[in-house]
């Protein structure tokens, strides 16, 4: 099982790149990386998932190297309404009870964008 | 329009009741998920069902049962309520399961007196 680990929290500026590392030693072959963010008395939204190398999407970027133990969301030039908490998810799921189907959320990072 | 809906936001209740949260989405997704977030904000999957087949079972105590009644449900029962219950339920739907995004609702806070 993927123990998932995150730094608890983060302070950054308006303009600034803000990079959260998710460390997830014991990944299995199969297992996707996904992070989500969340706003207070909201739901987790999804932003970005990989499997390996590098995603780039129209808000993030999702950094993962070779051996895959551990993943890095870039968000670039943030502004104060990014001040969330985001989650790393690390698993895999299949269509059918399976027993290799398991999620795991990271604690969490609370991100404070400063203006 | 709300994609994934429950029912109710906030439920407060005391020990020994048995109670039950509602989730529907309209997204036309096979699979659904619900999660338990503790007042430290971790998150925590506790069932997953894929075209009404319970898919992750995680270790939560039996007074929890999942029903999916068809594909655009899955209600969370909750019987004999402890203290240790309090957190926030989310409901979760994805198209398939194989690791698709998942969206989620805004949570029921449970707050057991």
């Known amino acids: 099982l993927a123990k998932t680990t995150q730094p608890v929290s983060m302070d950054s500026y308006e303009g600034q790149e803000v990079n959260i590392t998710c460390s997830h030693n014991?990944?299995?072959?199969?297992?996707?990386i996904t992070w989500y963010q969340q706003f207070p008395s909201q739901g987790p939204r999804f932003i970005i998932q990989?499997?390996?190398t590098k995603v780039t999407n129209e808000v993030a970027s999702l950094f993962i190297p070779a051996d895959r133990k551990s993943s890095t969301l870039s968000l670039p030039r943030v502004s104060l309404s990014d001040t969330a908490v985001y989650y790393c998810?690390?698993?895999?799921?299949?269509?059918?009870?399976?027993?290799?189907?398991?999620?795991?959320f990271g604690g969490g990072t609370r991100v404070l964008v400063k203006p | 329009d709300t994609a994934v809906s429950q029912t109710p936001k906030y439920l407060v209740t005391q020990m020994g009741n048995d109670k039950s949260i509602k989730c529907e989405q309209n997204?036309?997704?096979?699979?659904m998920y619900w999660y338990k977030q503790d007042s430290k904000k971790f998150l925590k999957i506790m069932f997953s069902?894929?075209?009404?087949?319970?898919?992750i079972n995680e270790t939560v105590p039996n007074r929890f049962s999942p029903k999916s009644p068809d594909k655009a449900h899955l209600n969370l029962h909750i019987n004999s309520l402890e203290l240790g219950d309090s957190a926030v339920y989310f409901c979760?739907?994805?198209?398939?399961?194989?690791?698709?995004?998942?969206?989620f609702g805004d949570g029921t806070r449970l707050s057991i007196l």
């Open positions: 014991n990944i299995a072959t199969n297992d996707y």
């Open positions: 998810l690390v698993g895999v799921l299949t269509g059918t009870k399976a027993a290799g189907n398991k999620l795991t």
């Open positions: 990989g499997y390996k």
């Open positions: 979760a739907s994805s198209d398939r399961a194989y690791n698709q995004p998942q969206h």
């Open positions: 069902y894929n075209n009404k087949e319970l898919i």
């Open positions: 997204l036309g997704h096979d699979t």
